[in-house]
């Protein structure tokens, strides 16, 4: 079964000859489980991509539907829900919410889903373990590195057992033993069968995927089947 | 905003600030305009007896000169196609003598069959040059309107009533003496007048130990006659009571003012604080001293803080005739505002704008350039209770009160501001729920300029109290929202609608509403009882639960445009730009 499924996505910005094609006519399938790594130099439209399939922006053009159900269409209160169920968000410059600690970031997306507090603290206390950071639990975001904030957001991304999770340049600000940190907490989600989108310029995150595409100028110039 | 809060606060307080002692100025300079006695004395009747007291003045002590006596009559003035109304008919020369030389406002002085009458009557009763009006039955044109320091302001004029009774409150007329026979031949009350000049026009006080102030005094008589003296320093004392329940409102009023204009400058300084931020940073890059990146932070807000100080000025300027002379009665084209009060109103702008733009400036002054430089430079420390109450509550308080932890300081800005606003609109529900009372002019009721005068002034500060805090609730959400932004795409991402979105914001501003308002009540209560008539009639203080309804719905009317346009923002460009 598909989690993903997009038919002549697209996404233009501009008029006449400043007309910019971000993303131009793609097709994709991604059945659950799958990772798949999303490649191509700066502005070949990736991040629009993930914005696109995330229901953070709207396609020009096209169909993109999540679990079955089209999301282009969707009003902004039935994305918002979507959101909160069934879609993780990494970012590169990790967009915790600075006032709170990172247990309370973890929090947030359990709380906007309409669990107890209590269950939200026990979710946050869990997935902080599970990417290592209980003791850093109470700490505001400043306070962390650079990957210990990247494994606050995987943990808050996972916070509502999305379907699928989408990582945008992950590891873009990280340095080599915070990307590795990272790379072990993805390799972990996709033994336990995590669907994830990623975006990426480093080859070392591509090659953890099952499936790696590469994009240039807007469109899919090469889709590669990478695990056995 | 920035100019718009420091002006109406400077006109209002620089207003506020002219009242003490201007009508005092006022009568002054009517007094030199109109050659105006230093004494006037009245004896009870048009008796020889009478007017042979008040010739004898001239030997009075300190008396320097006497006008010859003139009659007045107590009758009643019907204006065509209107109620009668009571006045005091003086009999005078077609040629003014040398004291007391009333000032034409326009037409000219009395002809015979033709009658000038006085500006601040004339102003409340609606009467112009080449009206037709009855006098005692007889019809007379109005030739003129004219001023006079003779009299107490309008409507004063009677200054003691037939026999020396009490006065009421009349209107002045002036006719020319030939014409009062008719007057004298019917059986109107009169008395006669006589207006002395002294030698030392501030030494009234002689004169007045003689006759009226001491055991040994003569006790108001000379000779056989009974005689009531009012001096200049009385006559424009009493003037001055129009303003004395004015000044509260205006001192109060702009001081509460200049307090949401203070409000609405530090919010709009700390929504601008982070770019500013990034200019010291850059400015630290390139070389520039603490000091100057200090002066440049400050001369832009100083630089407004003046104009709008300037602005408020002029606005004042132009109003200050019609509030500082209600009546009308005196010659206000000296009402200029005191180089004193353009100090002191700029002494006030330049420290709001101070103390607006100081902590933002210490602030980028004491970071070093690289962090500055760095986007996410202001990363608070601390975490308070309200963070951790909020994860209990619905998702729309749990981002409003989450957005009021991060910035408790705006928050208690808030709240007083609306206590400021909660304060006016007390006051004026107070004294707009006692009925008005006019002043009997015995036929027709006209309005009591002390009260009406208080009114206009409570309903103008009221209405900029209101302006200032609209404006100010329309800032601190907009200024919120655009400090969040990052936050609230962040909360969306993570599944929160645009609705909740845009409840958060409001919350944010609506939680301090509350309490602000609760707050205000009393105060503005006490501010009513302390400066309001001593035994007012009933109030219906059930109108003040009005005062937090209206607050709070206005508040959450404000707060849901800018807050809903927030949330109507892409969030993937929200993001993009935050990471850019």
């Known amino acids: 079964m598909n989690v993903l499924q997009v038919r002549g996505l697209a996404k233009r910005h501009g008029q006449k000859q400043s007309l910019v094609r971000a993303v131009d006519g793609v097709d994709l399938d991604v059945p659950a489980g799958q990772t798949l790594a999303v490649m191509g130099p700066s502005g070949c439209g990736k991040s629009t991509l993930l914005h696109l399939l995330g229901g953070l922006e709207r396609p020009s053009d096209g169909e993109v539907w999540l679990a079955g159900e089209r999301i282009d269409t969707a009003s902004e209160r039935a994305l918002a829900r979507l959101r909160r169920r069934s879609v993780g968000f990494v970012f590169q410059a990790f967009h915790l919410v600075e006032e709170l600690s990172a247990a309370e970031n973890v929090e947030l997306p359990v709380l906007l889903a309409g669990s107890s507090p209590r269950q939200a603290r026990r979710r946050a206390r869990l997935l902080l373990e599970q990417v290592g950071l209980a003791d850093r639990a109470r700490h505001l975001p400043w306070k962390l590195s650079g990957g210990e904030r990247q494994r606050v957001a995987v943990a808050r991304a996972l916070a509502n057992e999305p379907l699928v999770v989408l990582a945008d340049e992950p590891t873009g600000n990280l340095d080599t033993a915070a990307t590795n940190e990272v790379l072990r907490l993805f390799a972990h989600l996709r033994a336990e069968g995590q669907t994830l989108v990623m975006v990426t310029h480093d080859g070392r995150v591509a090659a953890t995927a099952d499936r790696l595409i590469s994009m240039r100028d807007g469109m899919f110039v090469e889709d590669t089947w990478l695990a056995s | ?580």
């Open chain 2, 1 to 580: 905003m920035l100019v718009l809060s420091v002006a109406v606060a400077s006109a209002v307080l620089s207003l506020g600030m002219s009242l003490p002692g201007v009508t005092e100025r006022l009568y002054l300079h009517t007094r030199a305009a109109t050659a105006g006695p230093d004494v006037v004395a009245l004896a009870p009747d048009d008796s020889p007896v009478a007017t042979s007291a008040l010739t004898s003045l001239v030997d009075a002590p300190g008396v320097a000169a006497t006008s010859r006596p003139y009659k007045q009559f107590w009758a009643t003035l019907t204006p065509r196609g209107r109620p009668e109304v009571r006045v005091v008919v003086l009999g005078v020369d077609r040629k003014p003598g040398p004291i007391d030389r009333p000032l034409m406002v326009s037409g000219e002085w009395v002809s015979p069959g033709g009658v000038v009458v006085e500006k601040g009557f004339a102003t409340a009763v609606d009467l112009r040059v080449g009206d037709q009006v009855a006098i005692a039955g007889r019809s007379y044109p109005i030739v003129g309107i004219g001023v006079t320091a003779a009299r107490m302001a309008y409507p004063g004029a009677m200054m003691g009533g037939p026999g020396n009774g009490p006065s009421d409150r009349a209107g002045l007329v002036w006719m020319n003496e030939p014409d009062t026979r008719a007057l004298a031949a019917s059986d109107l009350p009169r008395t006669s007048i006589i207006y002395l000049r002294m030698h030392d026009p501030a030494a009234t006080s002689k004169y007045m130990i003689s006759y009226h102030e001491t055991r040994n005094s003569a006790g108001g008589f000379v000779g056989d006659s009974f005689v009531n003296s009012f001096t200049w320093q009385f006559i424009a004392n009493e003037d001055g009571r129009h303003l004395r329940d004015s000044q509260p409102i205006m001192i109060i009023g702009g001081w509460l003012l200049s307090f949401l204009a203070v409000a609405g400058m530090s919010t709009l300084a700390a929504g601008r604080a982070a770019g500013q931020v990034r200019r010291v940073g850059l400015l630290k890059v390139i070389g520039a001293t603490p000091g100057l990146i200090a002066v440049v932070l400050l001369t832009e807000y100083l630089i407004l803080a003046v104009l709008a100080d300037a602005l408020g000025l002029v606005v004042a300027h132009v109003l200050a005739p019609s509030i500082i002379n209600p009546s009308g009665s005196l010659l206000a084209d000296g009402a200029g505002l005191s180089g004193m009060v353009i100090l002191m109103t700029t002494i006030v702008a330049v420290g709001v704008a101070i103390l607006t733009v100081l902590g933002p400036a210490v602030r980028a002054v004491r970071s070093d350039a690289v962090t500055t430089l760095s986007a996410g430079s202001r990363r608070p420390e601390y975490l308070v209770m309200l963070s951790r109450v909020a994860a209990l509550l619905p998702t729309p308080l749990l981002l409003g009160l989450r957005l009021i932890a991060r910035r408790p300081g705006r928050a208690v800005l808030h709240l007083c501001g609306t206590a400021a606003t909660a304060i006016g609109l007390t006051v004026l529900l107070m004294v707009e729920s006692q009925p008005e009372q006019g002043w009997d002019f015995g036929g027709v009721v006209l309005a009591d300029l002390a009260n009406d005068q208080s009114r206009h002034l409570l309903m103008g500060v009221s209405a900029a109290l209101i302006a200032l805090s609209v404006v100010n609730t329309l800032t601190m959400t907009w200024t919120t929202a655009m400090e969040s932004r990052a936050t609230m795409a962040i909360a969306r991402t993570l599944g929160a609608t645009p609705g909740q979105i845009t409840w958060g914001l409001s919350v944010a501003q609506l939680l301090p509403t509350l309490p602000g308002a609760l707050a205000g009540i009393p105060a503005g209560l006490f501010l009513n009882w302390f400066f309001g008539p001593p035994d007012p009639p009933e109030m219906h203080t059930e109108w003040l639960f009005l005062v937090p309804l209206v607050l709070m719905l206005g508040t959450a009317l404000l707060t849901a445009l800018p807050a809903r346009a927030l949330a109507r923002r892409s969030v993937a460009e929200t993001l993009n730009a935050e990471t850019a």
